[in-house]
């Protein structure tokens, strides 16, 4: 009965000391982040969640390296990842050729969508917002000016200068770039109003055209996550609008739902889903 009692004491002493010492391991055992956007094949992705299942470091510095390794096997001339940190749900994004917006953990955001003003009621504030601090143009972005239409609009940067084109039927001005401008660069630009014979600033900001690649990849990215987590397509526009501001562009005017609207009309084109 005595050996029974000693072996039981000792019995629960380690059980006690094995809960103490490898509970605490197992714990931080848990991968640290999980795939919000990933373009590029099924393989690349599963390669990509592999990873990730071992990565057990809060912060994200250390697997860059294996980022780049990543895209350059599966051969992608332009890559990038969205991933969430489990713990506080901050995001992560990497691009491949934007050192200086990879590495950064930020507060997830969301888009507001479906507050388009009235075409009626675009009043220059509207237009000064919509083409302020950086405007990224996916193909054709449309912005519809309403009752200010009887002026003509342009862009002017230091290389040239050109008319933004009407849609005359729904007042639309349909925001591309010109044959003669290389695409995946950052342009300065004046927006020029011209009436009659007089002409004004109205705003200035940064232009960015997104390339081909970069357009492809996107898709591939928010097609992927559509798939996998089986999101509706309003949850997808809320969450991946404040991405694509953050990698190629922020703006800092508080009413901007035109220019998100926008934004969402483009993608659901790009995406051929979300009518």
Sequence with gaps: MNI???????????????????????????????????PGTKQARTALAQYLSNYKDEKPDRMIPWLQKWAKDNRMRVA???????????????????????????????????????????LERDIRCFFSD??????????????????????????????IPLHIQTGELMIYAPASLAKGKHYAFQLI?????????????????????EQMQIKSAFLNRLEDEKLSCQTLLEESIPFLEYMWGRKSCEEKN????AQADRIKILLGRCK
């Excluded at 994004?93 to 009621?121: C, F, K, M, P, Y």
């Excluded at 405007?135 to 050109?162: A, C, P, Q």
Aim: aromatic content about 14%; overall charge positive; charged content about 25%.
């Design 258 to 261: 035109n220019y998100e609207e």
């Design 134 to 163: 950086t405007l990224v143009v996916m193909d054709t972005l449309r912005f519809s000016i309403g009752s200010l239409k009887n002026s003509e609009y342009f862009f002017k940067t230091t290389l040239e200068e050109w008319a």
């Design 80 to 122: 990038f990842v969205q991933l969430e940190r489990i713990k506080d749900r901050k995001s992560f994004q990497w691009h491949s050729g934007r050192s200086e917006r990879s590495g950064n953990l930020v507060d997830q955001e969301l888009a507001i969508l479906g507050s388009r003003s009235s075409t009626t009621r675009i």
């Design 4 to 38: 029974y009692h000693y072996i039981s004491k000792y019995a629960f002493r380690l059980i006690f000391f094995l809960i103490m010492i490898v509970g605490p391991f197992s714990l931080t055992a848990q991968p640290s982040y999980r795939i919000k956007l990933c």
């Design 193 to 213: 109003e011209k009436k009659g014979n007089q002409s004004r600033e109205i705003t200035a900001g940064i232009l960015y055209f997104l390339t081909i690649e």
